[in-house]
């Protein structure tokens, strides 16, 4: 509310700021000013609240950069975070450097260039050596900028280390469905033919190395660990967001993606870092994918890697819950499922 108020009178201070002045141009109008004498008066007063309004913008920038910096971040958990924060801190320092050289130049300009009776402007057409200072120099920095981010990016949507956890994520309207592989280390194949109200994921739990896979109501990973999230759609775009990972990547129909990284932090160190005791590690859509957006979350637990071991091997596969599925199927169309049977095997042949 108080961000509201300070709001409405900033606005308030504009609007009764802009009409004083232009009262004050109306009235210099009307007197003529055949000597130009109230002119000058009045420019010179623009021209030092220019520089007036310099400094006060510089202070109230990094004084409330300071000030509020805590409530605008959130602690880093993960080793490609560091790399993704690092980038991100390089790239505001050089875009605010450039923001307030130029507008110091351009408010300075504004000052000592002000309108003077006696003073003509000069004609300075084009200067060689300027463009190419101000062409090249922003060029080679911007360069910087996109390679590191290219190279960080890259290298997190590349392979994944061979000792890599893998975690299929899917998301449909409107939450997240996971997927881990059993004991063989291999999740079976999967096809959106076989999607059904028992078998939402549509894997193919004929395929040998799905008959393992369990699907958890929570996802677990291990801290200090390489974890590969596998990543799909079922229906409409979505996007997978941890932001105390600084992970992000879309998941979209018929185009499976991937994101590999290393969490540093397990939810417990993280609870005690932050002073919540309730704080979960959140995994959310970050695109509008319709009306029950908002609700699209789930929670990621980040666990010792002794603990996550436990975790994991309590677990129990699908089919053991569900034994009465694949006799289901075979029931219900013999010579469908064996058609999909086959798409799935060309299709790993192909890969």
């Not at 790399?83 to 991100?88: A, E, K, L, M, R």
């Not at 469905?177 to 959106?192: F, M, T």
């Not at 992000?248 to 540093?264: D, R, S």
């Not at 939810?267 to 590690?281: L, S």
Request: glycine share 6%; proline share 5%; hydrophobic share 45%.
């Amino acid at each position: 509310m108080l961000n509201f108020v300070i709001l409405v009178s900033v606005i308030l201070i504009g609007a009764i700021l802009v009409t004083i002045f232009r009262a004050h141009t109306l009235v210099q109008v009307v007197r003529g000013n055949k000597d130009g004498e109230s002119l000058g008066k009045s420019n010179k007063i623009n021209a030092a609240l220019f520089l007036v309004f310099l400094v006060l913008g510089i202070v109230l920038f990094f004084g409330y950069s300071y000030t509020q910096f805590d409530r605008y971040t959130v602690p880093v958990a993960s080793e490609h975070g560091e790399v993704t924060f690092q980038i991100f801190w390089w790239t505001t320092g050089v875009t605010v450097a450039a923001f307030i050289l130029t507008h110091i130049l351009l408010f300075w300009f504004a000052y000592r260039y002000q309108y003077k009776s006696d003073s003509t402007a000069n004609f300075y057409p084009h200067n060689d050596k300027l463009e190419l200072i101000w062409t090249v120099i922003p060029a080679f920095v911007l360069a910087l900028l996109i390679f590191s981010g290219f190279r960080a990016w890259d290298k997190i949507t590349d392979q994944a280390p061979d000792n890599a956890e893998v975690v299929e994520i899917m998301g449909y309207q409107y939450a997240w469905a996971s997927r881990y592989p059993g004991p063989d280390g291999k999740l079976g194949p999967y096809d959106y033919k076989l999607i059904d109200f028992e078998n939402q994921m549509g894997v193919d739990f004929t395929n040998q190395f799905a008959k393992d896979d369990f699907i958890p109501r929570e996802i677990h990973i291990p801290k200090g660990k390489p974890v590969l999230f596998k990543i799909r759609a079922r229906d409409v775009i979505h996007s997978v967001y941890v932001p105390h990972f600084r992970l992000q990547m879309n998941a979209v129909p018929g185009l499976p993606t991937q994101f590999w990284f290393v969490p540093t932090k397990t939810t417990a160190e993280m609870a005690e870092e932050t002073g919540n005791p309730d704080f979960t590690y959140e995994l959310v859509c970050n695109k509008i994918c319709g009306k029950g957006h908002f609700a699209m979350r789930s929670t990621i637990v980040v666990d010792e890697p002794a603990d996550y071991e436990v975790w994991k091997a309590s677990q129990k596969s699908w089919l053991s819950k569900n034994p009465e599925y694949l006799s289901k199927i075979e029931a219900k169309s013999p010579v469908e499922t064996v058609a999909v049977k086959e798409e799935i095997e060309e299709a790993e042949a192909s890969l």
